[in-house]
């Protein structure tokens, strides 16, 4: 093993102190939680994490790709200490404050295509989507959604219905509601339709038509359809480049695209938003996690004859677009201009790919390697030939890096995701991925021997 600089744990993990803490949830909190290993976080900055019995760890994970600044960035930590001497709260329901207008001034140019263009604030991922279903079905006066399998948009009831990644996720939920229609993603590397891609010509596409609209699918019924432009949850899987150019068709039948970049946006996949690789303007755009760098915020974007569908009434949130969030918003999109945090995405992200590619040349049980910046997947099977899905060896790799250093956590079934923060170093990614395959070698060694 080389000497490491940044990664330094002591012993077996989990210590003493983060193994009470382990225990004390199991007494005090939900178990509604499916937690990856027992890591208990003391601080954090940057990309370095300390847990409670002083083990340092590198961040590939960062909070599940919402710290898109890093940890305590000074710029936003100042704004949240601002604005919190000034007012915590006021409920923009009812009333009103400027950073808020100073946000959308900065946010909705952001946006693809030229129209004009407003936006609905909440808290989180869920109730942007929430807040997009209820939208969509205003203005367009129709009932139905579309959405994929393998998606996953949220556990709120309404945003649960269009979630198809984990049947864990619904378990003791149904009936959810009515109307939702779930059809494949179309997941090159595990063709649903045992394709090949180029020379399938989106035969998913035409199978969507044949298979769904002609069937048993009124279009004339159908208020918007729901995608990721990378699925996250189903496993960082990116659609073929033409693929939401081909389900335009859709528009012609007056469908509303909703894009969720939940995961995908302010800057992760090395755009602004991971729709601006495919040359599609959405009607609706949902944007959350990595908007505020920790703090909980979430923007629904829609051209400005959608949004005005709604009534005063018919929607808000007490909590929507707290001020401090506001401003630790405002802090991040300057961060991520001034310090070009996008063209380090993208800069570091070809530099991580091209490691995971030879991992791939190198190493049995890596199948694939996909993704934009820094939204990678490295899905683990048993072999390359089968493809079955390796995914006790995935959770093996993903605590072995715990073990040694690295937040490395796992998206779909058996993909190992790589998500750090947008702005991490040269040299803290490199150990990172160098414990990475460290664990990928290891476990693929095992995998040898059995």
């Known amino acids: ?56 760890f590198i961040d590939f994970a960062a909070g599940i790709a919402v710290l898109s600044t890093g940890s305590t960035h000074p710029k936003v930590v100042q704004a949240i200490k601002d604005q919190a001497e000034k007012f915590i709260h006021f409920s923009y329901t009812d009333f009103y404050y400027e950073n808020l207008i100073e946000l959308s001034e900065k946010l909705i140019p952001m946006m693809p295509g030229g129209e004009r263009k407003m936006v609905y604030y909440g808290n ?13 079905r205003t203005h367009t006066k129709r009932t139905t959604f579309l959405a994929h399998s393998g998606a996953f948009h949220g556990r709120t009831m309404g945003a649960l219905s269009l979630t198809a990644s984990k049947p864990m996720q619904r378990k003791g939920s149904l009936p959810l509601i009515p109307d939702v229609v779930h059809f494949p993603f179309p997941y090159c590397y595990r063709c649903p339709w045992k394709q090949t ?7 998913c596409v035409d199978y969507f038509k044949e298979q769904y609209l002609e069937k048993f699918v009124p279009v004339d ?3 918007s359809y729901f995608f990721e432009s990378i699925q996250g949850e189903g ?13 335009e068709f859709l528009r012609k039948e007056g469908v509303l695209f909703v894009d969720d970049e939940i995961q995908t946006g302010v800057g992760r996949t090395g755009k602004f938003l991971g729709i601006e690789y495919y040359g599609v303007v959405p ?13 909980p915020l979430s923007a629904t974007v829609a051209k400005a004859e959608i949004m005005e569908s709604w009534k005063p009434g018919q929607h808000a949130s007490t909590f929507g677009a707290n001020p401090v969030a506001v401003q630790a918003s405002l802090a991040t999109l300057e961060a991520i201009k001034a310090e070009k945090l996008v063209e380090n995405a993208n800069r570091l992200g070809a530099k991580a790919k091209r490691r995971f590619l030879e991992m791939k040349e190198k190493y049995e049980i890596v199948g694939d390697v996909r993704g934009m910046g820094l939204f990678l997947g490295i899905e683990i099977v048993k072999d390359k030939k089968s493809k079955a899905r390796g995914e006790e060896e995935a959770r093996r790799i993903m605590d072995y890096c715990f073990q040694h250093g690295t937040l490395v956590i796992m998206a779909g079934r058996n993909t ?3 998500v ?12 990172g991925v160098d414990i990475l395959e460290e664990g990928i070698a290891a476990v693929n060694s095992a995998s040898k021997k059995t």
């Open 235 to 247: 496993g960082y899987v990116p659609a073929p480049p033409e693929y939401f150019k081909k389900m």
């Open 197 to 203: 891609f180029p020379e399938c010509d989106y035969y």
């Open 1 to 56: 093993m080389s000497p490491r600089k940044f990664a330094k744990v002591e012993g077996k993990l989990p210590g003493a102190k983060a193994s009470a803490v382990v225990k004390a949830s199991a007494r005090y909190i939900a178990p509604s939680f499916s937690r990856f290993y027992p890591l208990v976080v003391e601080s954090a900055h940057g990309a370095l994490v300390k847990d409670v019995d002083g083990n340092q």
């Open 124 to 136: 989180s991922g869920a109730e942007a989507i929430e807040a997009a279903m209820k939208l969509t």
């Open 283 to 295: 009607d609706v755009v949902t944007i959350a996690k990595g908007i505020a760098s920790g703090l």
């Open 221 to 223: 019924e159908v208020a």
């Open 420 to 431: 750090p923060p947008l702005n991490i170093t040269e040299d803290v990614m490199d150990e």
């Open 416 to 418: 190992l995701r790589f």
